[in-house]
């Protein structure tokens, strides 16, 4: 593990190799952090430091140059070094003012020997100060981890953990929620603490003030962000490390709590079973969800299902999928309740924005689920979602979780179609609907009938050419160049469409017809049991 620890200039001054030295310049900079000592005699530094290093020399790279020594502390200061300790006495007896001048300007510290000392004597015991320190900051490190899991285990642990942070860094702490809910924990006035709101959220941060993030993640979502924010020193790797593990306790309690209330609202399934059968009244209905969520005012809804071959199997992890998909969708302006049936999860889907988006942004959810890597991770076969009717108003659930139900049917046996929505569903909605009635294979055989028996017999592709030549308007050049045949074989096969089924099979109603048993027959042929045209015999 690679990260800083706090050891100022001043702090380095302390040590008893630096009892002769005096600091002559840049006392302003005595808080500036040393990562390393580094012993340089050259007068060109070009890329040889990294920042905050505390400079040993002698002045035998220069020898009474003062230019090249003019040149040597520019370098440090635009290098960022941390300081500049020279001994005085054998190759230069004084440091001109000129430099001190700049030293103070930049708050670089320039700090002088007036006695010889071994630099490899500064080196070991700073560096041993820096490994003591590099320990130590590990410790800490897991003591606050032990903190943490302990306020875990306690009631409330959120505000305890934000409490901790704070005390623990002695910063300014923000947690902004993904509903623009702001905590602050701060021994700042409100108004100080407003003004640093609006300054983040302007994004016109002043250089004194240093600021570090972390998202508070949890089933792949960001729930919220989680700030602390320091005066005029900067932030070290520690404090990010202390604010990384503060934003995962804080992910984990919240998990806990949507846990927790997922559960919650798994015992009260009876009720939502009641709702999706229509057995309660619009009183019944908003009394119940006033007391599950009070500020909850929905002004659209829908039924949402969601089903997968292997449902079952993730029984015991079913409680985090619809804390995820509770989650994806809430972003989204969309409260969720929820109910399982065999193999699948019914969704009450709440409107909760006043605009007409509400069906786009029902899909952008669904489209969010099927891509996420989390539902991946799931190994999820056959994933299914369909949304039955949008309704107005709360006590027609009902209509939308049957519609629902259709649109999975259908959405099962036809592949091609990609619209997850019921009113998408388009001529499908009477297919299916004659289907249930018992005369789905009539109404095929009414109007297209001796087509497929023809096909069925010769091996033929009429019923193609005559879907393709329907979408095509009756254009001939264009309907021979989708089939890819040539214009001769395309009147061949019309002519015995003629024969087969009229040569009025263009006309307005006729046509129509038409195209619905096209649409019939695609359906029934793709359902479970594979459909056979067998010729309808009528009694006369």
């Not at 997922?262 to 009244?281: P, V």
């Not at 036809?414 to 109404?443: C, K, P, T, W």
Request: with cysteine; proline share 2%; hydrophobic share 40%.
């Amino acid at each position: 593990m690679n990260f800083e620890v706090k050891l100022s200039v001043k702090e380095i001054l302390e040590n008893k190799q630096f009892r002769h030295a005096r600091v002559i310049a840049g006392k302003s900079g005595l808080y500036r952090l040393v990562r390393w000592v580094h012993v340089l005699e050259i007068t060109s530094i070009e890329n040889l430091l990294n920042g905050n290093e505390l400079i040993l020399s002698t002045g035998v790279g220069w020898k009474g140059d003062i230019d090249s020594f003019s040149s040597l502390v520019q370098q440090s200061i635009d290098s960022n070094a941390a300081g500049l300790c020279i001994e005085l006495g054998t190759y230069i007896s004084q440091i001109p003012q000129h430099i001190i001048d700049l030293a103070d300007s930049c708050n670089f510290p320039i700090i002088v020997f007036f006695k010889k000392v071994k630099f490899i004597d500064i080196t070991q015991e700073i560096h041993s100060l820096l490994i003591q320190k590099h320990y130590k900051v590990l410790s800490d490190l897991e003591e606050y981890s032990s903190r943490l899991n302990q306020l875990l285990l306690s009631s409330n642990p959120h505000k305890k953990i934000l409490q901790l942070l704070h005390e623990y860094l002695k910063v300014t702490v923000f947690y902004v929620s993904s509903r623009g809910e702001i905590e602050v924990i701060s021994k700042k006035t409100t108004t100080e603490q407003e003004q640093i709101i609006h300054l983040l959220r302007e994004g016109k941060v002043p250089d004194h003030i240093n600021i570090a993030h972390q998202s508070v993640q949890a089933l792949n979502q960001t729930f919220a962000d989680l700030f602390i924010i320091s005066e005029w020193e900067e932030i070290t790797e520690f404090e990010s490390l202390i604010l990384d593990r503060s934003s995962t306790a804080l992910a984990q309690s919240l998990l806990r709590e949507l846990y927790i209330e997922e559960q919650k609202k798994t015992h009260e399934a009876e009720w939502i079973r009641n709702w999706l059968h229509g057995d309660n009244s619009d009183e019944q209905i908003y009394r119940y969800l006033s007391e599950l969520e009070p500020n909850l005012e929905p002004n659209k809804c829908t039924v949402l299902l969601c089903t997968a071959n292997n449902l079952d199997k993730i029984s015991s992890e079913l409680t985090y999928l619809k804390l995820y998909i509770r989650s994806v969708f809430e972003k989204k302006g969309i409260f969720l309740l929820s109910h399982d049936e065999k193999n699948k999860i019914v969704f009450i889907l709440l409107n909760m924005r006043e605009d007409n988006s509400f069906k786009s942004r029902v899909q952008e959810g669904i489209e969010c689920l099927i891509k996420s890597e989390f539902i991946k991770n799931k190994k999820l076969s056959d994933l299914y979602f369909s949304v039955g009717k949008l309704v107005n108003n709360l006590s027609e659930v009902k209509k939308s979780y049957y519609t629902a139900k259709e649109t999975m049917n259908i959405r099962e046996k036809m592949s091609n179609l990609r619209s997850y929505f019921y009113e998408d569903l388009y001529i499908f909605r009477l297919v299916l609907a004659a289907n249930d009635q018992g005369v789905l294979h009539e109404f095929i055989y009414d109007y297209i009938g001796p087509v497929l028996l023809h096909d069925q017999q010769n091996n033929g592709e009429l019923l193609k050419t005559l879907k393709i030549y329907l979408q095509c308007k009756g254009a001939k050049k264009e309907t021979a160049e989708q089939l890819h045949i040539v214009r001769q074989t395309l009147y061949h096969r019309l002519d015995r469409l003629y024969e087969l089924i009229g040569r009025d099979f263009m006309e307005s109603y006729k046509r129509q017809a038409i195209e619905v048993a096209i649409s019939a027959y695609e359906y029934a042929s793709t359902s479970k049991f594979p459909y056979e045209y067998i010729p309808v015999v009528k009694s006369s």
